[in-house]
């Protein structure tokens, strides 16, 4: 195990772009997205000096309560080869104590029924929690909607569509939604719609300095702002993440106005066409609540993404070593507590409008 230096940094960029279990939250880019946390990357070699594993580190400094050491959907290695989760979990351990964090903790990009993967970390000496079902219970959506695209055409793909799905992209078109591929300057007009999308749905958005700091840090190689404007105004957009062999659906947002017209599939459907270009192996739509309920209010995200096709993934959940359990369970009920004196400040500010 050695910490990543300077001079290896394009190697590690390299083996993250080649490697089947590639995800942009694992890359040195995103480390520098995430500027309010510090950012360790633990590396693995082979008997040839090759990296064969790494892991990807954010600290953050929480007041009062000290620090958390957070991996998300790393480690990037072959996730059966015992002897390299080892060397990165003893790196991530020797990291929790140089930090003295109180709690570490990681969410995988491993699926729920992965046993082998389940034994080893749980003979490294962590805890497994996998029993969330919303989105506010980890950092990361625990469940997703995945597309394979791999060596798949166009006309495969959306001959695969639900009926709705097809028809609904159709009527946009027919409609005359045109989509544009958006600048940074777009980023003002994606963030005004998503703030009225978060207004609409009851959700807490990013200033616009973070998409801006996350366009400088991933575009153009990485980052596509995606646009839907109908007789020239900017009625939806989305952001999406192109790293190594997969892109994933990050951000997204719709006006109220015009959404009659479907764009939000148009929105979809071209940058799946894009990921067949490119020859991507996977296109993921990302979370969706774990309660496949109509009644619940996140169902008719869940009805959208799953009317593409995409596979319903469940992650294992939250693997974590609580460094100090009771700093950690003081932690827990303070952000409860903050998550509901938020949620009661924004129905205040509405009220008040």
Known sequence: MEILADKDRQAYKEFLEKNDRCNFQQSIEWGKVKESWKNEIIISRN????????????????????????????????????????????????????????TIKWEPDIKSDDIKFREIVTKLGFKIKDDAKDFSEGIQPRYVFRLDIKDKTEEEVFAAFHSKT?????????????IREGTREDLKDFHKI?????????????????FEKMYDELAPEHLKLM????????????????????????????????????????????????????????????GVVGVVDESHPQYGLYRFKKGFNAEFTEFLGEVYINRKPIVYKMYKISEKLYKKLAGLKNKLRERGK
Not at 73 to 93: F, M, Q, S, Y
Not at 169 to 178: F, H, I, P
């Open 227 to 286: 646009m839907a404007y109908y007789e020239g105004k900017p009625i939806s957009g989305i952001i999406d993440i192109i790293y190594g062999n997969k892109i994933w659906y990050l951000y997204g947002a719709s006006s109220n106005e015009h959404r009659n017209l479907m764009p939000n599939y148009l929105l979809q459907w071209e940058m799946i066409k894009y990921s067949i270009e490119k020859k991507k192996h996977m296109y993921d739509f990302r």
């Open 166 to 178: 097809r028809y609904n992209v159709r009527l946009a078109t027919k409609k005359g939604v045109e």
């Open 194 to 210: 998503m703030e009225i999308t978060g207004k609409r749905d009851a959700f807490m958005i990013r200033p616009l300095a973070y």
């Open 47 to 102: 008997d040839n000096n090759e990296i064969i594993g790494g892991m990807s580190i954010l600290i953050r400094k929480i007041p009062v309560f000290g620090n958390i050491l957070y991996v998300s959907r790393g480690p990037i290695c072959d996730a059966h080869d015992e002897n390299v989760l080892k060397d990165l979990t003893d790196g991530l351990k020797e990291l929790g104590k140089k930090y003295k964090a109180f």
